[in-house]
C-alpha cells in the first residue's frame, strides 16, 4: 500500500490561512473514519479533526473548533483541511491517516494502535 501523501503546508503569520490536501490510497480511504494529525516539535502526534468517509460527520479537537474545516473528495481518496486564523501553537508537521472508530463513531481523534504507515507530512509555520 502505498503512504498518504500530505501536502499545502508553508510559513504564514498568525491570522492566516491554509488549505492542506492528502491523497491516500485506495486501501487507506477504505477506512470508516480519516483524519488530521498534527505534531509540535519535541511532542507527541495528536489527532485534530476527523471525518466519517461514508456520512461526512466531521469532529474537531477543542483547540482548533472554529478555525479549522476537514473535509474530502472521496471520488479521488483526498481529504482536505482548511486552516484559518492560525496561532503560532499551529505550527508543526500536519499528517493525515485513518482514525480509530468504534461503533462508527470518528471523535476519538486517535489513529489505530498498529498504523505505522505514514506519510511525510506536510509544514506548517505560523509566525508572530
Known amino acids: 500500500q502505498v503512504r498518504p501523501a500530505e501536502s499545502g503546508g508553508g510559513s504564514v503569520q498568525a491570522g492566516g490561512s491554509l488549505r492542506l490536501s492528502c491523497a491516500a490510497s485506495e486501501y487507506t480511504y477504505s477506512y470508516i473514519c480519516m483524519g488530521w494529525f498534527y505534531q509540535a516539535p519535541g511532542k507527541e502526534r495528536e489527532g485534530v479533526a476527523g471525518?466519517?468517509?461514508?456520512?461526512?460527520?466531521?469532529y474537531y479537537a477543542d483547540s482548533v473548533k472554529g478555525r479549522f474545516t476537514i473535509s474530502q473528495d472521496n471520488t479521488k481518496n483526498t481529504l482536505y483541511l482548511q486552516m484559518n486564523s492560525l496561532k503560532p501553537d499551529d505550527t508543526g508537521m500536519y499528517y493525515c491517516?485513518?482514525?480509530?472508530?468504534?461503533?462508527?463513531?470518528?471523535?476519538?481523534?486517535?489513529?489505530?494502535?498498529?498504523?505505522?504507515?505514514w506519510g511525510q507530512g506536510t509544514q506548517v509555520t505560523v509566525s508572530s
Open positions: 471525518i466519517h468517509t461514508g456520512r461526512g460527520f466531521t
Open positions: 491517516a485513518p482514525v480509530s472508530s468504534p461503533s462508527g463513531y470518528c471523535g476519538t481523534l486517535r489513529t489505530f494502535p498498529q498504523w505505522a504507515d
